[in-house]
């Protein structure tokens, strides 16, 4: 059964810094891209960032210059670290991964994280 663990989430005050990180384990077998959302009540999900097997990145535009986002192939393992938080940067975030599990060898299917709570408030 894959699953998606984030971490990381918490309670920061405006001008700092938080690093999210999400493990993918459970029958994997390769994982292309892997990726950063986050949603506010009553807004659809949107993308933070996104990286490639190979390293290649793709940011939000209102994201760039304040998050990076990393990978650990050998863990599984996509990080998001997040500087210069602004309390508009408060929402629920979700990794995902576009991965082929043991399950589901034939293809690549999308699978998510249970998300992490980000809070920026004075």
């Known amino acids: 059964q894959v699953q998606l663990v984030e971490s990381g989430g918490g309670s920061v005050q405006p001008g700092g810094s938080l690093t999210l990180s999400c493990a993918a384990s459970g029958g994997i077998l390769s994982i292309s891209a892997m990726g950063w959302y986050r949603q506010v009540p009553g807004k659809e999900r949107e993308l933070v960032a996104i990286?490639?097997?190979?390293?290649?990145?793709n940011y939000a535009d209102s994201m760039k210059g304040r998050f990076t986002i990393s990978r650990d192939n050998s863990k599984n393992t996509v990080y998001l670290q997040m500087n210069n938080l602004k309390s508009e940067d408060s929402a629920v975030y979700y990794c995902?991964?576009?991965?082929?599990?043991?399950?589901?060898?034939?293809?690549?299917?999308?699978?998510w994280g249970q998300g992490t709570q980000v809070t920026v408030s004075s």
């Open positions: 990286i490639e097997s190979g390293g290649i990145t």
């Open positions: 995902n991964a576009n991965l082929r599990a043991i399950s589901r060898a034939y293809q690549y299917s999308v699978y």
